[in-house]
């Protein structure tokens, strides 16, 4: 069935070095993608988004590209800072037909990334 | 704008109270969601509203739980009686284009 997998964690990483975070799904068809962010004591925050294939999403220096080849979403910043510590998520949208209006999120387990000063 | 709003932020009760959860979701959004998040299952999405109409409760844990929708400005959820297994964070989200979902701050629950 439609699944979500995520790069598990947690991701330690030193102040200003690069981030990837892989992101991969099953479906069928092209769903849309999504990275979410949660920081400590609060709720999840949309991030970035793409909704077909070879679409970068981009916001806050972080990036993802939809990449039908490799069913693949990775997210990634050049330089991550204390502040970026958080859980990420990475849903992908599913329709289901057989109710009307039936959109959802499919989400992977979230990685935690740690970032140290 | 306000986001959006959920009450309370805290609760801790004793097994076999009711618990009532609020939702106030962003005005203009017609989907509103509950899910609830634990360390060992994750996040979890427990009923789906459209348009106040409740569309896919599937994830609801059993019949101890319940959710409303009476209009498109408020959402509850309640457990009764609750057990110490339903200790969670309860997120209320809602939505205006599919996907992009604007959460609230959550309700941490704790049933001793």
């Known amino acids: 069935g439609d699944s979500v997998t995520q790069m598990e964690g947690p991701v330690t990483l030193s102040e200003e070095a690069f981030l990837t975070i892989n992101c991969t799904y099953t479906a069928t068809g092209y769903p849309s993608l999504f990275w979410y962010v949660q920081y400590p004591g609060e709720g999840l925050q949309l991030l970035l988004k793409a909704t077909k294939a070879d679409d970068k999403g981009s916001n806050k220096g972080f990036e993802a590209t939809y990449r039908k080849e490799t069913t693949s979403f990775h997210l990634e910043k050049g330089s991550v800072q204390v502040s970026d510590s958080a859980v990420y998520f990475c849903p992908r949208g599913v329709v289901w037909l057989y109710r009307d209006s039936n959109y959802q999120l499919i989400w992977g387990a979230g990685t935690k990334l740690i970032i140290k000063p | ?112």
């Open chain 2, 1 to 112: 704008d306000a986001g959006v709003i959920q009450s309370p932020r805290h609760e801790v009760t004793e097994m076999g109270q009711e618990v009532t959860l609020r939702c106030k979701p962003i005005s203009g959004h017609n989907s509103l969601f509950w899910y609830r998040q634990t360390m060992m299952r994750g996040l979890e999405l427990l009923i789906y509203f459209n348009n106040n109409v409740p569309i896919d409760d599937s994830g609801m844990p059993e019949d101890r739980f319940s959710a409303k929708m009476p209009n498109a400005s408020f959402s509850t959820l309640k457990i009764q009686p609750s057990e110490p297994r339903d200790s969670a964070v309860y997120f209320c989200a809602s939505s205006l284009v599919p996907g992009e979902l604007f959460f609230g701050e959550g309700s941490r629950l704790t049933v001793l």
